[in-house]
C-alpha cells in the first residue's frame, strides 16, 4: 500500500519514472527500518506516510513511535567489502541518501519519530548512477 501510495503521488507530481523507481526505493528501505529497527519486528507498530508538495519540493514524512535511533552513529558503508561478502541489509540509510535530496531524522520526547525524505522536482538526480 505504501508503496503504492508514494508512486502515484510522485509520478502525479511530475517527476520521471527513475526518480519515481528512487523515491519508492528510498521510501521502503525507511519504512523497512522501522519494522526492523523501531518496532523490533513486532506487526502492533504504527506507521504513518504523509505526503507533502510545495513548489518543487516533494517530501514524504515517515513517522512512527517505535524505539530512536541516532544515524550519525553510522559509519558509511564499505560497499566493496559488503558486496564480496554477500551481506544483506545495512545498506538502507546509505540508499535512502543516495536516490533523495535531502533526509532528515526528528526524535523528541512525547512526539512521534519522524524520518523526512525530501526531492526536487526538476533536480538533477546523482542516484541514476547508483
Same mark, same amino acid.
Given at each position: $500500500? ?17 526518480? @519515481?523507481?528512487?523515491? /519508492?526505493?528510498? /521510501? ?9 529497527h523501531a518496532y523490533q519486528g513486532s506487526p502492533d507498530g504504527e506507521i504513518r506516510v504523509l505526503i507533502l508538495r510545495d513548489g ?10 517505535? #524505539? ?6 553510522? #559509519? ?21 541518501? #543516495?536516490? $533523495?535530496?535531502? /533526509? ?25 548512477? @547508483?
Amino acid at each position: $500500500m505504501v508503496r503504492s501510495f508514494v508512486e502515484t503521488a510522485a509520478r502525479t507530481f511530475g517527476f520521471s519514472e527513475d526518480d @519515481v523507481a528512487n523515491i /519508492v526505493l528510498a /521510501v521502503d528501505e525507511a519504512c523497512t527500518n522501522v519494522i526492523k529497527h523501531a518496532y523490533q519486528g513486532s506487526p502492533d507498530g504504527e506507521i504513518r506516510v504523509l505526503i507533502l508538495r510545495d513548489g518543487s519540493s516533494f517530501q514524504v514524512l515517515i513517522q512512527d513511535k517505535g #524505539r530512536t535511533f541516532d544515524p550519525e552513529t553510522l #559509519r558509511p558503508p564499505d560497499l566493496k567489502q559488503h558486496l564480496t561478502h554477500y551481506r544483506r541489509g545495512g545498506l538502507g540509510v546509505y540508499l535512502m541518501r #543516495r536516490l $533523495m535530496d535531502q /533526509v532528515e531524522y526528528s526524535f523528541h520526547p512525547g512526539k512521534p519519530n519522524e524520518v523526512r525524505l525530501t526531492k526536487f522536482l526538476g533536480r538533477a538526480s546523482a542516484a541514476r548512477s @547508483v
